[in-house]
């Protein structure tokens, strides 16, 4: 499986590219590597944290920024099973970002202390899936 830890610049530029002023809603999937890989300069580089345990040490980071932009988790949730799709895409979890704007989220990555607490989520993760979603109203249905 192909890591995906940071998304490309013409990915970032195809989520520049979408409207920004509407409400954004992002699925995040995320596989932790067994241990955290820090750059060698890095503090934590020698402590020998669990992919889990550097992830904490983002969310610890970066939850003021992400809560200052107006960020809330709608939905969290640890996967089981992967019943339809590649077995070797079992996930550590998964959870749904929702952010008044898309301008809220691109406020939020380009912050300096979310800069720096980032380095925490490229250490912790082994491969995640981040997809910008659209909200809409639920309903019995699956339109």
């Known amino acids: ?12 530029d195809a989520f520049k590219a979408l409207p920004r002023d509407q409400p ?3 699925l995040n ?4 590597r067994a241990r955290a890989a820090y750059p060698e300069e890095h503090p934590q580089a020698a402590e020998g944290l669990s992919g ?4 904490a040490r983002y969310g610890a980071g970066s939850g003021p920024i ?17 019943l339809t799709g590649p077995a070797d895409e079992a996930w550590d979890t998964a ?16 912050d300096p202390d979310y800069r720096r607490a980032v380095v925490h989520r490229q250490a ?3 491969t ?12 019995a249905g699956f339109e």
Do not use: C, K, N
């Not at 499986?1 to 970032?12: A, C």
């Not at 889990?52 to 992830?55: L, S």
């Not at 995640?128 to 309903?139: D, K, Q």
């Open 124 to 126: 912790a993760v082994a």
């Open 52 to 55: 889990a345990e550097a992830y």
């Open 66 to 82: 992400f809560r200052r932009v107006g960020g809330t988790i709608v939905w969290s949730a640890a996967p089981e099973l992967v």
């Open 1 to 12: 499986m192909t890591d995906h830890i940071d998304p490309s610049r013409p990915q970032f």
């Open 24 to 26: 954004i809603e992002m």
């Open 29 to 32: 999937l995320i596989r932790f």
């Open 128 to 139: 995640s899936r981040l997809i910008r979603t659209a909200p809409r109203e639920g309903g």
């Open 95 to 110: 959870f749904v970002a929702r952010y008044p704007s898309a301008h809220a989220f691109l406020e939020m990555v380009t």
